[in-house]
Every structure is written in C-alpha cells, then in structure tokens.
C-alpha cells in the first residue's frame, strides 16, 4: 500500500474484498431487470464466505461483477467493489484486467466446458501462470506442472498434454482449480463449482478447495444453491433472495437460528432423513422489472406487515449476524 | 485415430457410389440432348444417311445404350476416357491440362474468399449490431444472391472498359509467351522467371478471381460470424477472460480455432462452388480452363469430353472433401481420439 | 409384511440390460465394447410404497427404471406387474399399470401442445371414454396437482419449472397406474420448488394407492421420502432395505460414504471426513470381484478383487460385500 496517510481504518480489521451498495440492471426487450439492488458484503483474507439463493437471485452475476465481466446487456448502475482497498470500478479497464488471474480468481460451474476443447489443459495453465505472474514459458510450465500435482493430479507430464473431453468432471475440475490458483490469486470465486458432480467426487473438490485455501492462504467465495454445501464449508454465509441480501451470518448460527422468514423457510424446505413433512414457500419470486418497492419477499412472507412496504435495512441482531427485516424470526 | 480410419473407410466407399451413380445419370442425360455430335461436326449440309450411320458405326454410336455406356464406363475403370468426338484427340490429357489452368484459379478464388469470408465475419461477430456489422451482412446477402455472370459482366464493364485497370478476359495477353514446364500457368511463369508473365497472367486472374470468390466470401462470413457469436457465449470463453486475456486474446487463442470447425465444412462445399462457377466465370472471361472447355463440349455435344469432365469434377469433389473430413482431426482433438 | 406380499406389485427379476458401446469400432467388423447398465438386479415394490433408488452417474438407476417400463428391453432377467410380465404386454394395459415421470421439465413436454392436450393424450391414444368423459378426467387430474381450468388452453412454456412437473405428473397419472417411476423429477428444480413437488407427490401417493420407484442421486431426498431404499453401483445392487435402518446404520462401505459425502446442513459438529478417493470405473470394463474394491476403505484381501459378493441378509437388509455371511438374499422382497 502507499505510505501517504490514509484514512485511519484499523489495519487487521481491513477487508480483503468488499462490495458496497451494488446495483446491476439488465436492459431488456420487456424492461429494466433490477438483477442487483444495494448488495454490500465483505470478505476478509483467508475467509470463505458462501454465497446462497435459488435460481435468479443474483449469487452468480454477483461473482461476474466482481470479475469485472458482466455479461452483456446488463451493467453496473452503483455502488463499489473494492479489492484491498483499491476501487476496481474506478480502474481503467486495462488494470482491471490486470487484477483478474492474478488477484482473483474464478472456478465455474460446468469444468469441461470452461476448458477449451480445442486446447490442452497443459496450454491453458501456462497461459494463466505467464499472464498473472509475467513468468517466461518454462518457468510457467514448472510452475502449472507444480500446481496440477498440488491439485491431486497425479502424472502432471500427461495431464498437460491432454485435453478436457479425455477428462472425467473431477479431474477437469481439477485442472481448473490448478488454472485459477496458479496465479497466485488471493481470492477465488467458484461458483456452482461441485453442482455438475457426483456426491463422492463433490466432496473430494471441497475438500481440496479447502485443503488449498489454507494452504495459499487466500480467501474463497463459494457460491452455491446447496445449502449442506455451503453449512460444511464456508465460515460465513450470505442468503440472496431476488437481487438483495436479505441475511448474513457465521454458519453455525445462520443455521442454528436463521432470523430472515426466507432463510428460516428456505431452511424448513429442505429434505432430510427423519423430518415429518417438508413446508414449501408459497408463491414465486416477485418479476424484477419494476418490483415493487419494498422487501422483496414480504408477498411470500407470512409475518410480512404493512411497514415491509418500505426496503428493510441491514441490522445486526447478533454477533456478525445481520438481516434485513423488520419482522425477524427469533429463536425460541 | 481408429474413428479417422472408419470415417475414411466409410467416405471412400460412399464416394465411389457417388460417381458410380452420377456417371449413369450423365451418361443418360446427354444423350437426351437434343442435337446430333456427328452432324455438329460435319455440317448438316452434303451429308447422306449412309455416310452417318458409317461414322456412327465407327464411333460405336450404334450400339444399345448399355453397351455404350458399359463401354465406356469400363474405359474410363482404366484411364481411357475415350477421344473428343470434335477433334480426335484423347480426352483425359486434354482435361487434366485444362484443369490446370482452372486449379489455379480455383485455388485463388478460395484463398481470397475464405479469408476475406472469415476476417469479415470475426469482425462482424465482434463488433456486433455496428455499422460494419450491417454493412457487411447486407453485402454478404447480396453476394449470395447476386449470379455469377451478372456480377463478371459488372467487373468486366466496370473495371476494363471504363477504368482500363485489368483486361476483359483471356488467360494471357498476345503478346505473352508461356514455357510450359508443369502445366500450371503461373506456376511456370514463376519457375522460369518470367516476370512479365507472371504480372500478366495475374493482371488477367484478378477479375475471374474476385468473381468466383464473392459468393462463396459472402457464405463463409456469414457462417463464421454465427459460429464466433455462438462460441463467444461458451463457458472457456469466459473463463479465458477471467485468468487475465484480452478480449482479443481470448478471440485469437480459444474463440478462432472453435469457431472455425463449421466453417471448414462449408469451405470444403464451397470448393465445388467454385467448379461449378468457373464453368459459367470461365466463359464469361474466355478463360481457357476446364469450365470452358465442357461448356464448348456441351455445344458440340461432345459426348466423351463432357461425360469426362463431369467424372473429373466429381472426383475433385469427393477428394477435397475427404480432405476436408480428414482436416477435421487437425483442428479438432476430438476426432482424433 | 405377509399382508403386502399378495398386494398388486413390481418386480424386477434378476434384471440385466446392457447395451453396445457407441462407435469405437475402427473397422465395421470389430467388436464393439459393452455397457453394463444393470446387472442381474431383482426389487419388488408393492402398491402404496415408496420405494428409492440412489446411486451415483452409471450405476444403472435411470437404466433400471426404463426397464421397468418396457423402455428399453433387458438383456436377461424380466419385470412382471401383479405376476404378469411386461414384455409383450398390450400397450394400454402396460401404461395403465405403469408409468413414469421424467427428470427434465422443460424437454419431456412438448412445446407445441396445449396442456390440456398433453395431459389428455394418453386417453385419446388408447380410445378410451367420450369427449366429456375425457374432458372431465383431464380437468380432475390437472385439480389433483394443484392446477387448473384457466390452464387447460395454455402452452407449456407459460409455466415454470416445478408448475410443468405438476403437469407431467398429471399426464402421468392420467390413466390410473398402479405404480408411478420418478427418474431424478426435483433435480432440476430449486429447494423452494423441490419441496412442493414432493410434497404433491407424498399426498398422491396416499390417494392413490400408488407404489412409487424413486429415484435419486440425493440422499437427503431419499431418506426423507422413501419407506425402502436400493443403493446401486455401477450396475448392481450392493445395499437394499428399508430406509430408516440404512441411514441409522449404513452397512455397505459403499452406503457409509455416500451419506457421509452428503452435505447436510444439520449436522453441526460432524467429524470432517476424508473424501472416498478415486473416480468411479467405467461399466464397459468393470473391476472384477466386488465393483467397489477399487475405493473400499474396508477391502479385507485379495478375495475383494476377485469374486464377486452375493448379496446377503445382515441386520434386515440385503448386502453385498464380504465382510457379511448372513444367508443369500435371493429375491428383491422384503425379508
């Protein structure tokens, strides 16, 4: 960091990445797509916060946002992303640019599809190991031959050489984990990153992901619509609901006490050996074009009131336990 | 490897069908021609039945349709495709001479319109929904619907009569002198350092060129620009973004080389395109390549010349595209496994 | 359970289907590989059970409930329905004893059709009742799962993912069967969504009577839903009884891991355990002796690699691996 005086903000406090008031809209044929309305997060070195939400409530175009690759047509309308302090939006794209592969870092959904068919996995790591570290080609290759092994692929020599459709979904999701850790990122976003996985080879790519983060010491965002996956792997979680966080906690006491009726009905809903009946949410999603204002989830809500009419915000009721209602659940 | 030898197993067997059936087919149809070689030989004038029945006797042209073609279907399983009813000669020698003249040509025509075709379309694709993406698919629709000697006669009036830039037609100017060594025009021109000729014979491929290449440029931009938009959505793409490439880095190492899998498919059809134009391109520039020389066998109803240069064509045909199918495996690490 | 025996049932009977390797061949007369889907696989489920079936990609599930409907026809082994085989079956009695619904929503219905048509299909095709008589059943079945008249005329891509469920279900059950096969039909769908299908399926299963063949690759889904459970892998059954005893004591190694490996987001405390190891082998060239002794943490000798388990009876379950003797378990019945 610069030595000129900056503001005094308490040094081990400092968050690694945080996100401040983000707001994403969608120009389409049928309207504005409010995709992201005033989501904040932070996340601190070394953490793993997980991302959670059903389909469309933004946990993935969060991560595209942070990336810096938004998805045409939508577009950052507000708020921040700051990456060690450094405002990424404000960056020429140029530097942006810059920052991804080697100071954050992405892992998708679908592994054999985000290699390129037509390139070996071996010219692929080179490829991100030269750009984020600015190494020459053999140092680059000792390097992707180093992390391959690092990701539990044995024989790297022949992992190099092939390409992602020789490769079961484990191993290629290997190989993009080496891709993005190569670089020496210190935050990775991996997003859906076991959802095209068997349980057994899921857990092994958690466990690795973990192995990995303690290892590197960088932090890790794990988006996920499985909430068992995020419970056993992330220290904080994050609840998304319709473009804004509606929650946010440590695990154990977002699962213990979840204060959001979302989080506490999401939870409720969910199947699980011993449980009498599952209790389903009523209704849908609200559209969001032009939603109305408010909490999103006060039409599905059985404790929604007349004050829900205006946006809720977020407030701690816990230690590091923050929810954005006015009628929070409590625990019993 | 193994599903290469299949592919090509499969391929060579269905080829040779191919050309079995359209020698048949040809066959039948010129003699459904109207008009009579002998008399377009002879002159229908101070001619007696007699005499025709004797030159058809000797042509072989009054046996039974199946003994003809049987004839001359086993000729040609041995490399005899008869002589030219016009002139006597032998037919191949002809043909492959000619085809020469038409190869290179053919050959020009698809080096300009695929690479034009692909660099229009990536930028296209690219820049999508500018002006020089509308611009340029307006083009590329008027190019696959304009006809080919419409558009030479353009070139011609346009660049030899008004601009005087290149000439009307021809292979060489009068005045030029060809040592032929292999055949091929250019190429000989360039071997024994003739530099005159060499500026000549180009001077005269620029037109015929360009207007074989217009339609088969517009195609190949076309479909290139809808494989790039397609693979620019994919998954690898975004993910070559997100480990630091350039948006034209990522373009040049992971969108090109996918995106160009259909597009080889429709340069391999476009191949027989160009045959086919040049036969109209070649008349309308009197370029004396193989186009023209079975169009004046069409004239004369030159049975052996034309039935021997539709098998010609044909087998060109099949070749490139096997070429094509094999090509695949070079770009695509799938077919090779 | 002597009571059940002599209800209406399904039977798979030591089932087999395999199927040909695609194209690998470089020479029309080679020899092409072969899949083993399933393997020598028997279960029986009777009217009014629900009945899981688990495993992971290519252990044959999604196989096995084809086969049960005369989709794909087995290698060896046969499926009967109340004692009556359903290879030659007469169509209408075959989809009026069974049917199946199927994991994507969006592809299994066809866009160009009016949901009321879709839903009434099966009654147009097999002749059966008048024009009133169809309208009112088709209606009645659409109330059934939680739809309505006011969407009889509308297309299926006006509906969202778990409301075009319903409609299969619908289109399912439109024909009265005795017994429903569920292929994977909530992975597509969200948590929220997922829970409303199921609960459907729960109160159609009481209403109707009907015996129920799930199948799954999640564990919580099943230990919540089912009465009995078969765990497959790569091809065969290796642990198969009924729901609750497996899950409080999961027999098979096999069985332990894949509930271990399932994230819950209860079980707060839980011993972080090493993953299994390895990939799962492929069903062309299975291991020999027990197909999982290539990631068994329990493998006790050479006996693993090389012959394969029967399945046997252990703690009311049927078991295949070697570290149980009970007596072989023969059929798929209850014990």
């Known amino acids: 960091m610069s030595a000129a005086p900056v503001a005094a903000r308490p040094a081990p406090a400092a968050p690694l990445l945080a996100v401040r008031g983000l707001k994403l ?29 059903e389909t469309g409530c933004g946990k993935s175009i969060t991560a595209r946002a942070v990336m810096g690759l938004v998805p045409a047509p939508g577009r950052i309308e507000g708020g921040e992303i700051r990456l060690d302090g450094r405002d990424l939006m404000a960056l020429p794209a140029e530097e942006w640019r810059a920052v991804r592969g080697s100071q954050v870092a992405m892992i998708f959904q679908e592994p054999k599809r985000a290699l390129d068919p037509t390139a070996t996995v071996g010219s692929q790591i080179v490829e991100a190991a030269m750009l984020a570290r600015r190494i020459d080609r053999a140092e680059a290759k000792r390097l992707a031959l180093d992390t391959l092994r690092q990701v539990g692929l044995a024989d790297p020599e022949r992992i190099m050489r092939t390409y992602a459709f020789e490769l079961s979904g484990g191993m290629a999701q290997r190989a993009m984990i080496a891709i993005a850790v190569v670089g020496g990122s210190r935050l990775i976003i991996a997003d859906e990153p076991t959802s095209s996985l068997d349980v057994s080879i899921q857990a092994q790519i958690l466990r690795l992901l973990q192995d990995l983060r303690r290892r590197l010491g960088s932090a890790l965002i794990l988006i996920t619509h499985d909430l068992g996956v995020a419970a056993e792997n992330c220290d904080r979680i994050v609840v998304m609901y319709a473009g804004q966080i509606v929650e946010q906690a440590p695990a154990r006491e977002l699962f213990r006490a979840p204060a959001h009726p979302y989080t506490e009905r999401l939870l409720r809903s969910l199947p ?4 009498d009946a599952l209790s389903p949410i009523p209704g849908t999603v609200p559209d969001l074009i032009d939603p109305a204002p408010g909490c999103r989830f006060a039409n599905r809500c059985e404790r929604a009131g007349p004050d829900c009419a205006a946006t809720p915000a977020m407030s701690e009721i816990g230690r590091r336990h923050f929810v954005a209602c006015y009628r929070p659940v409590r625990p019993t | 490897m193994r599903r290469v030898l299949r592919t090509l197993w499969i391929r060579l067997f269905n080829s040779a069908l191919v ?18 070689p002998i008399l377009a030989l002879m002159g229908t004038e101070g001619i007696t039945d007699a005499k025709l029945a004797e030159v058809k006797k000797e042509l072989g042209l009054d046996r039974p349709l199946y003994v003809q073609y049987l004839s001359w279907a086993w000729h040609v399983l041995q490399g005899d495709f008869g002589r030219s009813i016009q002139n006597n000669e032998p037919v191949l020698p002809m043909l492959l001479e000619r085809l020469k003249v038409t190869a290179e040509l053919a050959v020009a025509a698809t080096i300009l319109g695929s690479s034009l075709g692909i660099l229009i379309g990536v930028v296209s694709a690219v820049r999508r929904n500018t002006i020089f993406d509308s611009a340029s698919m307006i083009g590329a629709l008027s190019g696959v619907s304009m006809p080919v000697f419409w558009l030479g006669i353009i070139l011609i009036v346009g660049f030899s009569v008004k601009l005087d830039i290149f000439p009307t037609g021809g292979l060489v100017s009068h005045n030029t002198r060809l040592v032929a060594v292999t055949g091929f025009p250019l190429l000989d ?21 360009v207007t074989l290449a217009f339609a088969p440029a517009a195609l190949v931009a076309r479909t290139t620009r809808a494989s790039v938009l397609e693979v620019i959505n994919e998954d690898y793409v975004n993910a070559g973004l997100a480990r630091g490439l350039s948006f034209a880095g990522v373009v040049a190492r992971h969108v090109m080389r996918n995106a160009l899998i259909p597009v080889v498919t429709i340069i391999g059809l476009e191949i027989g395109v160009y045959l086919g134009g040049s036969i109209v391109t070649e008349s309308v520039f009197s370029y004396p390549g193989l186009g023209r020389y079975m169009m004046q066998g069409i004239m004369a109803n030159d049975y052996p010349v ?20 094999l090509s695949y495996s070079a770009i695509d690490p799938r077919v090779r496994s | 359970m002597s009571a059940a025996t002599s209800r209406p049932t399904v039977e798979a009977r030591n089932l087999s289907v395999r199927f040909r390797a695609r194209g690998e061949a470089a020479w029309p007369w080679s020899k092409a590989g072969e899949v083993k889907a399933v393997e020598n696989v028997s279960i029986a489920v009777p009217r009014g059970e629900m009945f899981g079936v688990a495993g992971e990609s290519g252990c044959g599930k999604s196989t096995l409930a084809r086969a049960l409907l005369n989709l794909v026809a087995p290698s060896a082994g046969e499926v009967r329905i109340d004692g009556r085989a359903v290879a030659g079956m007469p169509a209408l009695e075959l989809r009026s004893s069974i049917q199946m619904v199927f994991q994507d929503p969006y592809n299994s219905l066809n866009p160009r059709r009016r949901v009321g048509d879709i839903v009434a299909e099966s009654l147009v095709v097999h002749g059966r009742f008048d024009d009133r008589e169809r309208a009112h059943r088709t209606l009645t079945m659409l109330e059934k799962v939680g739809l309505g008249a006011q969407h009889l005329e509308r297309f299926p891509h006006e509906f969202s993912g778990g409301q075009r469920q319903r409609i299969a279900i619908a289109r399912a059950l439109i024909l009265e069967p005795q017994f429903l096969v569920l292929d994977e039909p909530t992975s597509a769908l969200d948590v929220s969504v997922q829970a409303m299908v199921l609960e459907l399926i729960r109160q159609l299963r009481r209403d109707l009577d009907l015996g129920c063949i799930f199948i799954s690759h999640d564990l919580n889904l099943l230990g919540f839903l089912t009465d009995r459970l078969a765990v497959m892998y790569l091809g065969r059954i290796v642990e198969m009884g009924p729901t609750k ?52 943490r329990k493998r006790i000798g050479p006996i693993c690699d090389s012959r394969l388990p029967e399945l046997r009876w252990h703690e009311g379950r049927a078991v295949r691996c070697h570290l149980y003797d009970g007596p072989p378990a023969e059929s798929g019945g209850a014990p």
Do not use: W
Request: charged share 20%.
């Open chain 1, 272 to 275: 699980r050996p011993g449980r």
């Open chain 2, 306 to 325: 034309v039935q021997g240069a539709i098998i010609l064509y044909a087998a060109i045909i099949v070749v490139v595209n096997l070429v094509v199918d």
């Open chain 2, 189 to 209: 021109s360039l071997i024994t350092g003739q530099r005159a000729a060499t500026v000549d014979i180009l001077k005269h491929m620029v037109l015929p060129t």
């Open chain 2, 19 to 36: 050309i079995a059936v359209l020698s048949v087919v040809v066959f039948g149809f010129m003699r459904m021609i109207p008009g009579d």
């Open chain 1, 25 to 53: 809209r969608f120009d389409t044929r049928r309207g504005v797509v409010r995709a992201l309305d005033g989501v904040s997060f932070e996340v601190a070195p070394g953490e793993c916060v997980g991302l959670v939400g």
């Open chain 3, 245 to 296: 005893e497996i899950f409080a004591a999961p027999a098979h190694p096999y069985t332990v891991e894949l509930i271990a490996a399932t994230p819950s987001p209860y079980e707060e405390g839980r011993e972080p355990r090493q993953p299994i190891e390895g990939e799962i082998p492929s069903n062309v060239n299975p291991p020999p002796g027990c197909p999982f002794h290539t990631r068994c």
